[in-house]
C-alpha cells in the first residue's frame, strides 16, 4: 500500500536535519509557554490572515507558540521573585491578569451554571452579553495568577515550613498549570473578584471544585499537593487541640507505581510540618463510619512518613515497606491514621464497602479521564460518593480529558444538594489532548512485525549510514501491546546489550503480572539509571515521571489519541528538550494511525514546527477515518493480530519457541481459564494495563 510508505517518509522529511534539536529553552526553565507578546495582541486579525472563521480560531491557539518578540515583556518570574522577597505584592489589575493569562496559554471557564432568582434572569443575561464567553456558551474567568513562589508565603500564607520545603527542592518558577490553579485552590476568594462570583451567582468563600487539563510533566502534582497539605495545616493552626491525624485528603491514582510517587513526592513537601502521608495498602483499616468499634482503635506507628519525608527520589525504602504490608496484612484491629491517604480505586473500594469517609474534605482524582473511564468508574464513583462530608471539595487532574467525563463530573457535583452555590472551575493549559511542545515525533513504517524487531535493533544500535532513524538516548521506555509482547520483546532483546556495558541487566519488562517486589526494584533499578531499556504495557504510561527518559519507543501502536499523549509524555517533562518518540506501524495499523497522526501534527504546529516537518495535509486526509465502534473496539482490546496466540515477537527457531511457549503455557491457560470465569475488566485493569481512554 503506497500511503504507509508515504507516510513514513513525510515524517523522515526532518530526519536529514538533526534529530535532536538543541535546547531553545533553559532547562531551568520547567515553563511551556510563556510569549509575552500574547497578552499585549488584542485582535484576533492582527495576528495572523485567515480563511475561515475555524481555522482562524486554531491559529489564535496555535499562535501562543510564536516566537517570542518582546514589545513590552512581563517580567520575567526570577526577577520578580529575587527583587521582592516576600513583600505581599498587590492584586493584579484586571488587564496585566488577562496579559499574564494568555501570555501563558491558561483559559479558565466556569463549567457549573448557577441559577438566579428568575426576576433577575433577564437583566444579567443582558449584560453578561458583552462578556467573553466559550464557544460552548461557558462563561470564561480571570482569576488572579500566581507569579512566583514566593508568593505562596506573602500573598496566600502558606505555612512557612511547606514554603521551605519548596525552596529546598529548588523549585523556583511555577509552571503554568501551577501558577494558575495554586492562587485558586489556596485562596479562591482572593483569586476571583467578588463580583464576578456576584455575577454568576457561585460562591467561593467554600473554595471550588476544580478541573485542571495540563500537559504530561507540567507539575500537576505540586499543584494538588500544596493546597492538600496547607489546607490540614490550616486547620490544626486554628485548632490547637486538633493535632490528630484526620483523614482529610484522599488522592486517587490509576496504578501502584503513580501512587507510590504521589506519596514520595507529599512527603518531601510535608517534611516537618507534621501532616502524615500514606498509600493505601492491601489489608489497612482506616478509620472509617460503618465499621464495627474497636478496643483497640490505636494507630499504627507507621515509622513511613519519617522514614521517607525528605528521602531522594529513589523509593526503595517505601517499596520494601510496601511489600511487607502487601504479604502481611495488618490485622484488622490496627486503624491507620494519616492525614492524607494515596490509593488506587480499587484498594479503597475494596476497604470501604458500605463504609464511609465523612472526615475528608478534598477528594483529589489524579488522572481523572482514566479513573471515570467505565473500567475504573465505579470504583472511583464508589469512592466519590463514601466521601459524604458537605465540604468535600473536588480537584480532577489530567493531561487529557474527553467532554464525556467532564460532563460526568458536572453531573455528579450537580447531584450533591450541597454544591449548588459552589463553581466547578476548568483551567485548560494549552491546547488540550496535544503533546508537549519539546517532544520529536517520528512514525516509522515497519511493513511486518519482523520489520519492528529489526528497526528496534537499528535504534539499539545506531549505524552511521542510516540517517534515516532517529538518534535515540538511552535510557528510553518501549510500549508493547500486551503483558505477552513486553515479555516475548524482553527475551528477544536481553542479550543485545554487550556485557562490557551491563549485559541483560540493562534491559528489563515491567508489567502487572510481576509481583509488588519486582515492580519496584525495577522502577526503582530504571530511576538509578541502572536499566537502560525499560520494556512496558500501558501500566506506565500515565502520570509515570522518570526525569531522564530521552525516547519513547511505542513498538505498537497506542489504542488512541490519549494513550499516544499520555506515553509520549513520559519523555520532555518539566520543560525538558529533546525527547524523541517513535512510533513503529504496520499495514495492520494504518487503520488506526489517524487519531495518532492527528495529535502529533497539531502538536508540532503548536510547537512552531514548518508544516512539511509533520504530517502534510493530503497525507492526514488520505488516511482512513476510524468509525466509532471501531475506535472503541481497539481502546478495549488492540490491534487484534497482536492478542494472545497470535502476538509473536521473536527471531527464534519453532523448537525454540515451542519450548518457550511450553514454559509460559501455565500462566496462559490461568489467565484463559480467569477470563473464562469472567473476570471483569476492572478487574484486569487493576491488574495493571487498560486498553485507552477517548470518549
Ligand atoms: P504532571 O503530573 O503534570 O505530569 P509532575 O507533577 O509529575 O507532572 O511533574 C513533572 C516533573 O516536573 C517532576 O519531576 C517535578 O518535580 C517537576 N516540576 C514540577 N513543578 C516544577 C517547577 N515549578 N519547577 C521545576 N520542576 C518542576
Ligand atoms: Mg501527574
Redesign the pocket.
Known sequence: MDILKILSRGTKKSATQPTIPKPVVKPSN?QLYNDPTRGLKRKRNEEQPSSNQEADDDLEEINFFAPHIAKKPIPEPETRETSKEDASKPLLDDEEVRQVLRSHRLKFTLLSSHERKKSKVKKSKKKEEDKPKEKDGKKQLFPQPMTSFSELRSNYNISTRLGDNLAKQG?R???E??LGSLPLLLQPERAIASSTAKESNFKTKHGVDFLAV?P???????AFLIPAINSILRRRAGDAAQKDHILEVVVVAPTRELAHQIVNEGRKLAQGTGVKIVGMKRGMQLPAEGQPDSDSDKEEEGSENDQEAGSSDDDDGDDAEDDKQDNKPQKATTITKTDILVTTPMLLRNFLKSRKLPTVKHLVLDEADVLLDPLFREQTLGIWTACTSDSLRVACWS?TMGSNIEGLILEQLKSRESHSSIPLIRLVVGLKDTAVPSINHKLIYTATEQGKLFALRQLLHPSSSDDSMPNMRLPFLVFAQTIDRATALHNELKFDIPVEAGGSSRIAALHSSLSDSARSSIVARFRAGEIWVLITTDLLMR?I?F?GVNGVINYDVPTSAAAYVHRVGRTG??GHEGGVAVTFYTTEDVAYLKSIANVISLSEKQAGKASEEGIPKWLMDSLPKVGKEEKKKLKKRGVESRRGDKAKITTQSAWERRKENNKRGAIAGSKKRKIQEGVSDTQAVEDGEWGGIDD
Do not use: F, M, N
Not at 504530561?216 to 505540586?222: E, I, R
Open positions: 520547567p523549585y518558577i511555577p509552571t498549570v501551577q495540563a504530561t510533566g507540567s507539575g500537576k502534582t505540586l493531561a502520570g515521571d526525569r517533562r518539566a
